[in-house]
């Protein structure tokens, strides 16, 4: 444990690779490169070296690399100067510093109510769908 009471940091170091999915009770530092799933109930930094090609959900985000994918943070996503992020963004909060590059559909709201809303999208989107084919008929 660290010094604060939580659990081990872990590590994805400069110049790693790693493909496929993630899934740790603690904090995760990513400074290499990975592609997949990534989920933790802490927070994830992805250093200034790091590229991830990923689904990430986690409790909070600090992003000073490159992201290419969709985001489902609980609470706060901090994009750092040197950050780039392609990809929606679904968090409490959302702090952008200058220089930083975010390219995506931005949601910030609690993450089961974003999940909700999702789902109640989709159905109206297909309701529609329905009212449409039922002209056509």
Known sequence: MDKN????LNIIGT??????TINVPHSIRIDGAFKGRLQTAESITVGETGVL???IRAQNAFIFGKVIGNLYIDERVELHSSAVVIG???AKELVVREGAIYHG????????QVAVEAA?????KEREKDREREKDI
């Open 105 to 112: 559909h931005c949601s910030m709201q609690k993450g089961q």
């Open 120 to 124: 109640n999208e989709k159905k109206e």
């Open 5 to 8: 009471g939580k659990g081990l």
């Open 53 to 55: 090609e990923a689904e």
């Open 88 to 90: 929606d963004l679904h």
């Open 15 to 20: 110049g790693s690779v790693f493909e496929g």
